[in-house]
């Protein structure tokens, strides 16, 4: 999708009155936290002051999060009426997500995966069970296998629920963890970024009634770059 304006690292993929759509870099923040460091929210906020010399506060509501080591397609609603409703659409699970992901497995297991996962706090990851468990969520996503390259495999995620690390959690339990994510057990040779990206984003404009599709191509560096770049789907369409 081609951008509409640029802020630092940042690629502005669509901007009205209500959207702000962005392709947010990896190892940026969505939101600020106990470190200090630069996060997407603080520095969107910063972009619609200058962009517009907005006195006072601008609002900027975050209404879905990508973590930090995960780049790609992200809605952020500029009015209090466009975060309302956005995020019905996300309780209501209308808002479709699509991720690719390099991982570090030959073997792909594809289809829809379900577990069950619980947050620990102390060890700040998801912990993976199969069956229902006290205090367990239910975590569904569905799998494509796109390529494969030497150990590494490029595979497509439809994400159907959103959990805490839910698509690292549930591709490592699977076999297939995410190149560069050493939290769950992957190769991470130094300078490795977590190979995810939220590719598609798929919602119904919280306005004009209109169903908008945001899409991404991989990242031209290592191993991205090991893969040929998936056939484009006729539907991701710019508004």
Known sequence: ???????????????????????????????????????LQTLLKRYLKERYQKPGNVFLALVQRLDRGTGGVMVLARTSKAASRLSEQIRDRKIEKNYLAVVASKQVQQGIITHYLKKDKEQKKALVWKNPVPGGQKAVLEIAHLQTTGSKSLVSIALKTGRFHQIRAQLSDAGMPIWGDRKYGAPSPPGTAMCLICNRLTFRHPTQQETLTFAIGMPDTPPWNQFSTPESDPSDTRP
């Open 1 to 39: 999708m081609t951008t509409t304006a640029k802020y630092g690292e940042i690629d502005i993929l669509y901007e009205d009155n209500h959207l702000l759509v962005v392709n947010k870099p990896v190892n940026l923040l969505s939101q600020g936290d106990q470190t200090g460091d630069d996060d």
